[in-house]
């Protein structure tokens, strides 16, 4: 069922009365990242450069989110005496947002977007200062599927979050300070012959030269110290590598870009731009609207803030009874729910072309794909489908398809997890993506402001 965004004044804890109208729905009533491709292009940089951590980016989404009158939440207390029709929640490296009308219509069902916010990288283990022939390394291991040779030679910085005994969180980010270095060619004259990188023993950062002081809590003390708190009060840390090179446009054109992380803060940014663009034109959703980026994603998501964890069902059920829904008209409110699974995906890579289907050979700049899988390691059916060609037709948005060689297995996403846990449609798209999961990826500018917009009309009813 289609139901169209409501314009007019919409008062509550998080907004401020504005009248809009939806006669051009990428006009001036709306966020100018939606409607210009080097703006949002700007606001991914600056979303993935304050992103350095599945943490730093639930915080920067609820900054962001703030700034156009969300509120958040705690989830220890009820929500059912005062909860704002546009506020947010965070769980660890997770965020859900939300704008819900004042009443929920006949017929009317929940409008998801999903997406993740972790990415591969190296995570610290306890004690993680390692001294090894004169150096003081970095003890980490492989946090989800990197290509590994594309943390070589390449500055890393340190971030996530430290707790302490009383149970505060405080997140924590370095500047450069650690890398991985290659042999040389001089030393091992096969390196260039075939690579072998073992995880054990050649990817532990460098980050100093061992001395008196090369302490196995060095790592942490000095993390400690960034963030203005006791080492001796440090209970636990949740911290990853990630590379500091800024993104970068590049291309005959500028029409590339060059960023860590794409996978999968390209997907959660557009779920943000669009939300935001909504917020900025006013009015109340006719059919609640929920974006809700997850955590865990590249390592099975089977956490208490993975797809696969309770988060989103504890969520809906609870903004079920803020609307008036229970029982058996929660489950009957589901069945008329849809989901967009958003995670990056692949574009043809010219050198590889014989890896994917010889039909379907989706490139960057041409659209956010449709990613279709008969092992249903993508959500999409035939049902999805429709959902989302209405959302890219509304909004005026080429898509393209993506289906995988016969012979090469894909990757999977949040998408079948929710799909299976609520019983909901859900449909997996994505930007296409060269380079995936390598420290540098690349995308096309225009494929994120497309996603966007999509994802935008999908949310006014389309």
Request: net charge negative; charged share 20%; glycine share 10%.
């Given at each position: 069922?289609?139901?169209?965004?409501?314009?007019?004044?919409?008062?509550?804890?998080?907004?401020?009365?504005?009248?809009?109208?939806?006669?051009?729905?990428?006009?001036?009533?709306?966020?100018?990242?939606?409607?210009?491709?080097?703006?949002?292009?700007?606001?991914?940089?600056?979303?993935?450069?304050?992103?350095?951590?599945?943490?730093?980016?639930?915080?920067?989404?609820?900054?962001?989110?703030?700034?156009?009158?969300?509120?958040?939440?705690?989830?220890?207390?009820?929500?059912?005496?005062?909860?704002?029709?546009?506020?947010?929640?965070?769980?660890?490296?997770?965020?859900?947002?939300?704008?819900?009308?004042?009443?929920?219509?006949?017929?009317?069902?929940?409008?998801?977007?999903?997406?993740?916010?972790?990415?591969?990288?190296?995570?610290?283990?306890?004690?993680?200062?390692?001294?090894?022939?004169?150096?003081?390394?970095?003890?980490?291991?492989?946090?989800?599927?990197?290509?590994?040779?594309?943390l070589l030679d390449r500055e890393l910085g340190?971030?996530?979050?430290?707790?302490?005994?009383?149970?505060?969180?405080?997140?924590?980010?370095?500047?450069?300070?650690?890398?991985?270095?290659?042999?040389?060619?001089?030393?091992?004259?096969?390196?260039?012959?075939?690579?072998?990188?073992?995880?054990?023993?050649?990817?532990?950062?460098?980050?100093?030269?061992?001395?008196?002081?090369?302490?196995?809590?060095?790592?942490?003390?000095?993390?400690?110290?960034?963030?203005?708190?006791?080492?001796?009060?440090?209970?636990?840390?949740?911290?990853?590598?990630?590379?500091?090179?800024?993104?970068?446009?590049?291309?005959?054109?500028?029409?590339?870009?060059?960023?860590?992380?794409?996978?999968?803060?390209?997907?959660?940014?557009?779920?943000?731009?669009?939300?935001?663009?909504?917020?900025?034109?006013?009015?109340?959703?006719?059919?609640?609207?929920?974006?809700?980026?997850?955590?865990?994603?590249?390592?099975?998501?089977?956490?208490?803030?993975?797809?696969?964890?309770?988060?989103?069902?504890?969520?809906?059920?609870?903004?079920?009874?803020?609307?008036?829904?229970?029982?058996?008209?929660?489950?009957?409110?589901?069945?008329?729910?849809?989901?967009?699974?958003?995670?990056?995906?692949?574009?043809?890579?010219?050198?590889?072309?014989?890896?994917?289907?010889?039909?379907?050979?989706?490139?960057?700049?041409?659209?956010?794909?449709?990613?279709?899988?008969?092992?249903?390691?993508?959500?999409?059916?035939?049902?999805?489908?429709?959902?989302?060609?209405?959302?890219?037709?509304?909004?005026?948005?080429?898509?393209?398809?993506?289906?995988?060689?016969?012979?090469?297995?894909?990757?999977?996403?949040?998408?079948?997890?929710?799909?299976?846990?609520?019983?909901?449609?859900?449909?997996?798209?994505?930007?296409?993506?060269?380079?995936?999961?390598?420290?540098?990826?690349?995308?096309?500018?225009?494929?994120?402001?497309?996603?966007?917009?999509?994802?935008?009309?999908y949310w006014l009813g389309a």
């Amino acid at each position: 069922m289609a139901l169209q965004w409501k314009t007019g004044a919409m008062t509550d804890a998080a907004s401020t009365p504005v009248s809009a109208s939806h006669s051009d729905p990428f006009g001036a009533a709306t966020g100018e990242a939606l409607r210009d491709e080097d703006t949002y292009t700007d606001s991914l940089i600056d979303f993935v450069t304050a992103s350095p951590s599945s943490y730093h980016a639930a915080a920067e989404a609820a900054r962001r989110l703030e700034a156009v009158g969300f509120s958040g939440v705690e989830e220890t207390v009820s929500w059912e005496a005062d909860l704002p029709r546009r506020g947010y929640v965070i769980r660890d490296g997770a965020i859900a947002a939300w704008a819900l009308p004042k009443a929920l219509a006949p017929g009317a069902g929940l409008r998801i977007v999903g997406a993740h916010t972790d990415s591969p990288a190296l995570k610290l283990k306890p004690n993680a200062a390692l001294v090894r022939s004169g150096w003081q390394l970095i003890n980490a291991e492989v946090y989800g599927g990197p290509l590994l040779a594309s943390l070589l030679d390449r500055e890393l910085g340190l971030a996530g979050r430290l707790t302490t005994r009383d149970g505060a969180v405080h997140l924590v980010r370095t500047g450069p300070i650690a890398r991985i270095c290659q042999i040389a060619p001089h030393l091992d004259r096969g390196v260039n012959d075939a690579l072998h990188l073992d995880r054990q023993t050649h990817l532990l950062p460098l980050w100093s030269l061992a001395g008196p002081d090369a302490a196995p809590d060095a790592v942490e003390t000095h993390l400690c110290e960034i963030a203005g708190i006791d080492p001796a009060e440090l209970a636990g840390h949740d911290v990853l590598t990630y590379p500091t090179q800024a993104p970068a446009r590049f291309g005959r054109d500028g029409e590339f870009l060059a960023s860590s992380r794409l996978d999968n803060l390209s997907s959660v940014h557009a779920g943000l731009v669009a939300l935001e663009a909504l917020a900025a034109a006013g009015g109340e959703p006719a059919e609640p609207v929920i974006l809700i980026a997850f955590d865990h994603e590249e390592v099975g998501s089977a956490t208490r803030s993975g797809a696969d964890g309770p988060f989103l069902t504890t969520l809906l059920r609870r903004l079920a009874g803020v609307l008036g829904v229970s029982g058996d008209d929660v489950e009957a409110l589901l069945a008329r729910s849809s989901c967009v699974s958003a995670d990056a995906g692949h574009s043809v890579h010219p050198a590889y072309a014989h890896l994917h289907d010889p039909a379907v050979q989706p490139l960057i700049n041409h659209g956010p794909l449709l990613k279709i899988n008969a092992q249903q390691r993508y959500a999409t059916d035939a049902v999805g489908a429709a959902i989302w060609a209405r959302a890219c037709a509304a909004a005026g948005v080429p898509s393209q398809d993506f289906v995988s060689n016969n012979a090469v297995p894909c990757g999977s996403t949040i998408g079948p997890i929710t799909a299976t846990r609520l019983g909901i449609t859900t449909v997996d798209v994505g930007v296409p993506l060269l380079s995936m999961h390598s420290a540098r990826e690349m995308a096309g500018v225009k494929d994120g402001p497309w996603l966007a917009r999509a994802l935008h009309a999908y949310w006014l009813g389309a």
